[in-house]
């Protein structure tokens, strides 16, 4: 029972465990603050002191900072305007907040001992679900009943009809889980490849540390670009299904 509950809090899935760090209940409801918690909270810390000293002292000859901060704006803005165009400019603030949250709560979790938020379904699900509910709420309302035209698409033989429809609609249901798999999957597979070969650099002998560690210097660069890469492709998509909503290209 010792070494299993050692395997327990040593092996590769055990840095995806949830901890509470204050147990709270409200009415009936557990909603204690936990390392999740924590880290999304600190996500927040990051991103407003990254922005708020990035345009304290704005000049036209911009410091580091301030030309980290500019490119990452002009970079979803382009995004959102190569997607919606300019009058979907209004949906920047949206995106951007998005982008830039999923961003560096991937970034948080590459830190030694740090805990990936992204790496829990039900993160990752509750953000892929709103982007859905607000599209779709966003389609609605700017096209009433009309947007249910997003679902027979132009040109399809009467005959074949009801079974795209059917194709359709269901493609629509399961976005919100494909979304946010893909964010999920991609997180957790890598922080528990690391896990894996840091494991075997501290098992094995002197002489066989060199190879293990080699591997991890090379996939914590690919691991880098891994996170970056996941909170570009989610902002895309979510681009993407604002599109839908906004201009039912199809």
Known sequence: MAAEGAHEDHGPIAQFKINKIYDLNLFG???SFTNSSLFMVLALAVILAFLLFASRDRSMVPSRLQ???ELV???IAKMVKD???PEGMKYFPWVFSIFIFILVLNLLGMIPGGFTVTS???VTFAFAAMVWLVATG???AKHGLGYLKLFVPEGVPLLLLPLIVVIELISYFIRPISHSVRLFANMMAGHTMLKVFAGFAVMLPWWGKIAPAGFMVAFTGLELVV???QAFI???LTCIYLNDAVNMHH
Do not use: P, R
Request: charged share 10%; no cysteine; hydrophobic share 60%.
């Open 29 to 31: 409801y557990d909603v």
């Open 67 to 69: 030309s980290m901060a």
């Open 73 to 75: 704006y002009e970079f």
């Open 83 to 85: 997607n919606l165009g």
């Open 120 to 122: 829990h379904i039900i």
């Open 138 to 140: 966003i389609g609605f």
């Open 227 to 229: 996170a970056i890469l």
């Open 234 to 236: 989610f902002t895309v």
